[in-house]
C-alpha cells in the first residue's frame, strides 16, 4: 500500500506567523483601547457579581445588615447638623436646612466612598489579580458600582426627608436622574484613576482622607456657596464654584429644593456636569488602561 502523504497547512510558517494564523500574541501586553472596551463589557457580568458579593459581605456580620446603607448618612448628617446647624447657627441663613445640609452630604458621600475604596482597589486585591485574567478596570468600576446602591437607598431617605421638611414633589425631581448618572461617570473614572496612583503611590491611601475633607469643606456641603465669592477673591471663588462636586450638589439641591440657594444659572451647572463628567470619566479610563500590564507585577 503506497505511503499518503498530508500537506501540513503550517509548514514553513515563522513563529511569529503561526502566532498570528491562530489569534495568539504576547502574554501581558496591553489591549487596544477600543479591544479593552469589548473586554469590560464582556466581563460585566463579573463585575456586577462582584460588587453584590462586596456588599453583602461587608454588612454579613451586623445585626442590621443593609440598614447601615442609611444610618451611616443620617449619623453623619446629625452629627454635621448639631456642629453647624445648631453650634455654628448656618441654618439661619438657609431656607430648609436640613434637608439642604442632608443633600450636599449624601451626594458628596457618593463620590467620597468611591474615591476611598477607589485608590485601594488594585492593592487591596492583589491575590485575585494574581489568580484570574480579567480586565483590571473591573475593580474599580465595581466599586463605582457598590456606591450606587448607597446612594439608591440614600436617595430613598433623603427623599423622605425632603419631603417632611416641607417642599413640594415636582418634575424637576425628574433631573435626579440624568445628574446622578453624570456622577456615576465621573465617580467612575475617578476611581480609575487614583486605582493606578494607589498602586504605584502604596501611602495615597493614607493622603485621601485628608484630601476628601478639604474637598467637602470646598464643596458647599454645610453652607451656601455664596460664601465663597463673599471671602474669597475673585479668580479663587470662580476655581471652587467650578468644582465638581459642589456642581453635582448644586443640581440636586436645585432638583429637590425649592429655595436652595445655587453658586452659578442652572444652565451653566448642566455644562459644567457634562464637561467634569466626560473629562474624568474618559481621562480616568485612558490612564488606568495605560497601565494595564502593570498590575500584579513587581
Keep these: 500500500m503506497p505511503d499518503t502523504a498530508f500537506a501540513d497547512p503550517d509548514a514553513g510558517l515563522s513563529p511569529a506567523e503561526l502566532a498570528a494564523r491562530h489569534g495568539l500574541g504576547f502574554a ?20 456586577t457579581a462582584y460588587a453584590n458579593a462586596r456588599v453583602s459581605a461587608s454588612f454579613s456580620l451586623t445585626r442590621l445588615g443593609r440598614l447601615w446603607q442609611v444610618l451611616t448618612p443620617l449619623t453623619n448628617a446629625a452629627v454635621y447638623y448639631l456642629i453647624f446647624g445648631v453650634v455654628l447657627a448656618t441654618r439661619h441663613s438657609i431656607p430648609n436646612f436640613i434637608a439642604y445640609l442632608c443633600t450636599g452630604l449624601f451626594i458628596f458621600l457618593f463620590t467620597q466612598t468611591v474615591a476611598q475604596a477607589g485608590v485601594v482597589s488594585i492593592t487591596g486585591n492583589m491575590g485575585l489579580i494574581r489568580a ?27 427623599t423622605g426627608i425632603v419631603l417632611i421638611t416641607g417642599e413640594p414633589l415636582t418634575f424637576e425631581w425628574l433631573l435626579i436622574l440624568p445628574a446622578l448618572a453624570l456622577q456615576m461617570i465621573f465617580n467612575a473614572g475617578l476611581a480609575m484613576g487614583l486605582a493606578r496612583l494607589g498602586s504605584k503611590v502604596t501611602d495615597l491611601k493614607q493622603v485621601i482622607p485628608f484630601v476628601m475633607r478639604t474637598w467637602m469643606y470646598g464643596s458647599g456641603v454645610f453652607y451656601s456657596a455664596a460664601l465663597f465669592a463673599e471671602h ?25 429644593l425649592e429655595s436652595a440657594p445655587l453658586s452659578s444659572p442652572v444652565s451653566h451647572l448642566w455644562l459644567l456636569a457634562a464637561v467634569w463628567s466626560l473629562a474624568v470619566g474618559i481621562g480616568g479610563y485612558v490612564y488606568f488602561w495605560r497601565g494595564e500590564q502593570e498590575y500584579g507585577r513587581g
Design 132 to 158: 484570574l485574567h480579567f480586565p483590571r478596570a473591573c475593580l474599580p468600576i465595581a466599586i463605582s458600582l457598590i456606591e450606587l446602591q448607597n446612594i439608591a437607598a440614600s436617595m430613598v431617605v433623603l
Design 232 to 256: 474669597l477673591p475673585k479668580w479663587a471663588a470662580v476655581v471652587v464654584e467650578a468644582n465638581p462636586m459642589l456642581v453635582y450638589i448644586e443640581l440636586i439641591r436645585h432638583a429637590m
Design 28 to 47: 501581558g501586553t496591553r489591549p487596544t483601547l477600543v479591544s479593552y472596551a469589548r473586554q469590560l463589557w464582556a466581563y460585566r457580568h463579573f463585575i
